[in-house]
């Protein structure tokens, strides 16, 4: 069990690495259905497994001109508002019934990466702090409520919407995403009894794989990598929404 929770961690620090995002929509997954996680115990630990490693990938990141701090922190402080807000709303609701919202955001976002190649931007924004603060703001709340950092959503959102060049928003997503967890870990304490040897060893293993990935990133083609994770994300999603709507039907 130790091995498949480091070979898991290295895989979520992996995608963060590489993409900006990714960790959480397969870590509540992994830890509900391969570690056999409670699902509002899986949503609190996602969060400080997705958000120490992002925290971990953004400092590596600092200098290299690829994180926006001014954009990272309008979105994200708006974005943790939400989260905190929400938080609470996830004790409320059906474990089948929050795999099933998971899922089908999980098919709408592998949509949007599938078409990615239509999201790339060349250009620096022009200041429009009203929508990062408004994106920010949406995307703080699927925090808060499903218990995912963000970035599969954060990095479309500040290329499509903030207008962000797309090697800016992998490196600004992973600020966003640390701040947006922080948030909705604060609202979750205090639920869920959790398993901290096992987030630890999740985290570890993911700041290993974060590292690889930020090295990784410069050199591999990102429209490529983008494509095979989301038609996983899609794979996945369908198997979640079988799962789930069986359990419904009984």
Do not use: C
Not at 21 to 33: D, M, N
Not at 68 to 95: D, E, H, Q, R, W
Not at 113 to 119: D, K, L, T, V, Y
Request: hydrophobic share 60%; glycine share 16%; charged share 5%.
């Amino acid at each position: 069990m130790l091995i498949l929770e480091i070979v898991l961690g290295l895989i979520i620090g992996l995608l963060l690495g590489l993409l900006g995002g990714g960790g959480s929509i397969l870590t509540v997954p992994a830890l509900v259905y391969v570690l056999g996680q409670p699902a509002q115990a899986a949503v609190t630990a996602s969060l400080v497994i997705v958000g120490s490693s992002s925290a971990f990938g953004a400092t590596m990141r600092r200098g290299s001109g690829s994180l926006n701090l001014a954009v990272a922190l309008l979105f994200g402080l708006s974005g943790m508002a939400a989260a905190y807000v929400t938080a609470n709303l996830a004790a409320n609701i059906p474990s089948a019934v929050l795999m099933l919202m998971f899922a089908l955001l999980m098919l709408v976002v592998g949509g949007m990466m599938i078409a990615g190649r239509h999201m790339e931007r060349d250009e620096a924004p022009r200041s429009q702090p009203v929508k990062v603060v408004a994106v920010g703001a949406g995307v703080g709340t699927l925090t808060g409520v499903l218990g995912v950092g963000g970035g599969f959503l954060i990095v479309p959102a500040l290329v499509m919407w903030v207008g962000l060049p797309m090697a800016q928003a992998v490196g600004t997503s992973l600020i966003v995403i640390a701040m947006n967890s922080a948030a909705g870990l604060a609202g979750h304490l205090g639920g869920a009894s959790l398993d901290w040897a096992l987030i630890g060893t999740f985290a570890l293993a993911g700041f290993a794989g974060t590292y690889v990935g930020t090295r990784l990133n410069a050199r591999l083609g990102a429209d490529a990598l983008r494509k095979g994770f989301a038609v996983f994300v899609i794979a996945l999603a369908l198997i979640l929404l079988v799962d789930n709507l069986g359990r419904l039907a009984v």
